[in-house]
């Protein structure tokens, strides 16, 4: 039954040049038809350089959204709309634009996991690979950081010279790990690492061997000596992670770090979204705009 509807997405894909990128969250049976797996920087980096007439984006809306803004020419599709980011929903541009005027002379950093919207009134934009060398770039003493407050701290922990005015954002998914949970595990497995996603709190980032984005857990993996690793981050990375590294064991920090709108996509939805091209994600003409020059000035970097 499987192998059916796999022919028939293919065959699809074919007919209407489309490619299908899937974020590490997504299930196992996404991740296995994906042109490309990836993290939100590798996603947003692939969908600039591709060449097909239709995107369908496995992951959530803000991920569509920056193919869009990408690739304005392309049809831009999700196997369901209702795929949001709670934390992306915890700041609006008007929110925004009144941070901006109570601080003129900050510069606006936002996580590449915002709205358009947000994205459009940013100065730069980063992802959770590459936070801490975008703040970096930035020149001015001032930070304006959205919508992430635990991404932010983690950025701000390693830069003693500017000053942060972090808004008050956080991914749910993240939040279920606590710190005596994870010292159990540790206690059952004593010479696992544990590798925690900066979405995570202060407090968990503090017992971290390391401290990934998802695409980066894949090559710390693979390069510690380590072969067991307690994972802190959304469950469908140890998919990824145990495909990649085969020989390697990867416990999850928590069974309830389940992303609700990451599931949302599944084969039956992936192959009607491309029968019949819904559903379609569309930028507003000045917002792409705007929005690009953060995220173009992110990848210069
Ligand atoms: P990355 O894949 O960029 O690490 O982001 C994690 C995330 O929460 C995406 O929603
Ligand atoms: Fe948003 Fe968190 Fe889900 Fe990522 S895991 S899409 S940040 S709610």
Known sequence: ????????????????????????????????????VGDSLDLAKISHTTDCKVILFCGVRFMAETAKIFNPDKMVIMPDLHAGCPMADMITAEQLQKKKESHPDAAVVTYINSTADVKALSDICCTSANGVKVVNSVKNDEIIFTPDKYLGSYIAN??????????????????VFSKEGLLKLKDEYPDAEIVVHPECRLEIQGIADAICST??????????????????????????????????????????????????????????ALEDLKFEINVEESVRQAALKAIEKMIAI
Not at 2 to 14: D, F, G, H, P, R
Not at 230 to 239: A, D, K, R, S
Not at 258 to 272: Q, T, Y
């Open 1 to 36: 039954m499987q192998t059916n509807i796999i022919k028939k997405i293919n065959l699809l894909k074919e007919k209407r040049r489309a490619i299908i990128l899937v974020h590490n969250y997504q299930l196992p049976e996404i991740q296995d038809i994906a042109d490309y």
């Open 158 to 175: 390693r830069m003693k010279n500017k000053k942060f005015y972090l808004w008050s954002g956080y991914c749910p998914t993240h939040m």
């Open 215 to 272: 695409s980066q857990m894949i090559t710390y993996a693979g390069k510690s000596k380590a072969e067991q690793f307690i994972i802190c981050t959304e469950v469908g990375m140890l998919y990824r992670l145990k495909k990649e590294n085969p020989t390697k064991e990867f416990i999850a920090g928590s069974p309830n770090a389940v992303c609700p709108n990451m599931k949302l996509s599944n084969l039956e939805k992936v192959f009607w």
